[in-house]
């Protein structure tokens, strides 16, 4: 069996890409090969997440000789979860396979899971071995933030990456959820699900840099926990209960000390005190800030991501 040009594909492989040029091509055509051999009936969608670079013309070159392909480049950058979201709503396939466009998620890997999936798995994981092609510290970051996570949802999320399976009636399932505030790893662990984990070793990326920021690592951190775990809000009435019995302790004892004649001037304690309460309060209110600010994104109901362009391989045109 080869590439699906017509009617539904046995399995489509959704790729988010921002500003991957580079690399891209290559990664497309490693794809294209393994899914050829792998003699299934297949697409590939990929998702241009508003790049700056010639991402979207690389695209419009390999569709040309690739009629299994279809595109779609999207308005603005919208975030990586909502380019996924976008491909997995154009999916076809029985299965869908999601990976990143830069060759860290070997395409080598896809055999294996078509076979776990077969042989009865809703869900195959792609988990990864190491972190070590991100250096050490990237490493530590990664572990304590699923520790964390692990903590506050619930869900062990270590070594999880977006190379995943995904049946169709567990897509259904994900494109069934109605929240704006995306994160694809932990929505996939909450759905359930009959899951086979398969571990992976991370090359090194074969071109061009890791198009995430410290500041949105940061953003994908508090959306994660925030849309996990309630336990923040629940650390912020803790938090009011020890300090007020703190404060209950102070005023036992200033009221002791004025009693008995031995008050001072309590200069450096009302201080402190102030310093005390003051950093609650603004932790508290980041904290519930953080909360509202979701509510608030949910509530204006705006779409999670527009479609700016989109191309067909069968077509050969974009539209």
């Known amino acids: 069996m080869t590439n699906a040009t017509s009617g539904e594909p046995e399995i489509s492989v959704v790729v988010p890409v921002h500003c991957e040029a580079e690399v891209l091509p290559a990664a497309l055509q490693s794809i294209t090969d393994v899914l050829r051999d792998a003699a299934v009936t297949y697409e590939i969608?990929?998702?241009?997440?508003?790049?700056?670079?010639?991402?979207?013309?690389?695209?419009?070159?390999?569709?040309?000789?690739?009629?299994?392909?279809?595109?779609?480049?999207?308005?603005?950058?919208?975030?990586?979860?909502?380019?996924?979201?976008?491909?997995?709503?154009?999916?076809?396939?029985?299965?869908?396979?999601?990976?990143?466009?830069?060759?860290?998620?070997?395409?080598?890997?896809?055999?294996?899971?078509?076979?776990?999936?077969?042989?009865?798995?809703?869900?195959?994981?792609?988990?990864?071995?190491?972190?070590?092609?991100?250096?050490?510290?990237?490493?530590?970051?990664?572990?304590?933030?699923?520790?964390?996570?692990?903590?506050?949802?619930?869900?062990?999320?270590?070594?999880?990456?977006?190379?995943?399976?995904?049946?169709?009636?567990?897509?259904?399932?994900?494109?069934s959820l109605g929240e704006r505030n995306i994160f694809f790893r932990g929505m996939i662990a909450w759905l359930g699900f009959n899951s086979v984990r398969l571990p992976f070793s991370v090359p090194p990326r074969a071109a061009g840099q890791s198009s995430w920021t410290f500041v949105g690592l940061v953003r994908l951190a508090v959306t994660a926990v925030t849309s996990f775990s309630s336990v923040p809000l629940q650390f912020v009435t803790v938090l009011g209960v020890c300090l007020l019995t703190f404060s209950f302790a102070m005023g036992v004892q200033t009221l002791y000390r004025k009693l008995s004649g031995s008050a001072l001037d309590g200069f450096t304690t009302v201080i402190l005190l102030l310093l005390i309460i003051g950093s609650t309060l603004m932790v508290a209110l980041g904290i519930i800030g953080e909360y509202i600010a979701r509510i608030y994104e949910e509530v204006k109901g705006r779409p999670r991501y527009l479609i700016g362009e989109t191309i067909d391989g069968n077509d050969r045109e974009p539209t």
């Open 45 to 175: 969608v990929v998702v241009d997440d508003g790049s700056s670079d010639g991402t979207w013309q690389a695209i419009g070159d390999f569709a040309g000789r690739a009629p299994a392909l279809r595109a779609i480049r999207l308005s603005r950058r919208f975030g990586k979860e909502a380019a996924l979201r976008a491909g997995l709503e154009t999916a076809r396939g029985r299965a869908a396979i999601t990976m990143d466009g830069d060759l860290q998620h070997p395409p080598e890997m896809i055999p294996a899971m078509i076979s776990a999936w077969r042989d009865g798995a809703d869900i195959v994981e792609a988990v990864k071995e190491d972190r070590s092609s991100g250096g050490a510290v990237d490493s530590w970051r990664a572990r304590l933030f699923y520790a964390l996570l692990r903590r506050l949802s619930g869900h062990d999320l270590d070594g999880a990456s977006d190379f995943k399976l995904l049946d169709a009636r567990v897509l259904r399932a994900y494109l």
